[in-house]
């Protein structure tokens, strides 16, 4: 697939994160099927998803970017598929019963044991057709134009397991392929609200991440050094603090947001 040349002010920076430190998981155990048309997705029929309170709004447009969270969950070593659709139900339970939202508000979940699970209804069919995106309930500001991961842990102080790692770049590939979206379009939840998410070890491995999406698509990204980025260390200080006066007047305090799901929502 021939993709455009679209530019984004975030750039990658090609060095400095891996995955070396990330846990290592047996493949065998983490149910990472593949087929042409990507990695397998479990639809919410599949994990036990409620109906929606309400339907659920099909959008005309593509999404513009892929936004990466943690569930702020236990790190768990249970790998398997039941604990991933465990996972799921608890997510839809807490959204639509706490947060009164419609249904999941994310589009998609990775598991720690490296399943992916369709989260709000409709997404995995959309994202097969390429054309549409599911109005979801992930970011403020961001729900309309962008697709939501949540990966299953808290990412503050540890790296997700490698399989998990994987199984997201793989997803993510698959995302960008379908919408036609650069591998530079992938961000983090902090970028676009005052919160941790996706926990500062996950989010210091987005620009490797970007890196190997980009790898997995056979498209190179644009130059890490590109002076407009406001993630640069090099870019003009002037326009670092202008970004960020930006992002503050936009976005609620972190105050607002609390842990993703209450301790003993999921056993």
Not at 243 to 256: E, G, K, Y
Request: aromatic share 6%; net charge negative; proline share 7%.
């Amino acid at each position: 697939m021939t993709f455009s040349a679209l530019h984004t002010r975030r750039s990658v920076l090609t060095g400095g994160f891996t995955l070396a430190a990330a846990a290592a998981l047996p493949l065998a155990a983490a149910g990472r099927a593949h087929s042409a048309a990507g990695p397998d997705v479990i639809g919410c029929a599949a994990w036990g998803a409620r109906a929606p309170s309400e339907p659920v709004v099909v959008l005309a447009n593509r999404p513009e970017r892929i936004i990466v969270h943690h569930t702020a969950t236990a790190n768990v070593t249970d790998y398997s598929r039941q604990r991933a659709f465990a996972l799921a139900r608890a997510i839809q339970t807490y959204h639509m019963d706490a947060q009164g939202w419609i249904d999941t508000g994310q589009h998609f979940t990775v598991s720690r044991g490296a399943f992916v699970l369709e989260g709000r209804h409709n997404s995995l069919a959309e994202l097969r057709t390429g054309t549409r995106q599911v109005r979801a309930a992930h970011c403020i500001g961001q729900n309309t134009v962008s697709i939501g991961i949540e990966n299953e842990g808290t990412y503050t102080s540890q790296a997700p397991p490698a399989a998990q790692y994987a199984m997201l770049a793989d997803l993510c590939a698959h995302i960008c392929s379908q919408y036609g979206l650069p591998a530079s379009e992938i961000y983090g939840h902090r970028d676009f609200n005052a919160t941790s998410c996706p926990g500062d070890r996950l989010y210091a491995l987005l620009p490797a991440l970007r890196k190997d999406v980009a790898t997995r698509l056979g498209t190179p990204l644009q130059d890490p050094q590109d002076p407009q980025d406001p993630q640069d260390p090099q870019a003009d200080p002037e326009s670092d603090r202008v970004w960020d006066l930006v992002r503050q007047a936009s976005n609620p305090p972190a105050a607002a947001y609390a842990e993703y799901l209450p301790a003993g929502l999921l056993p």
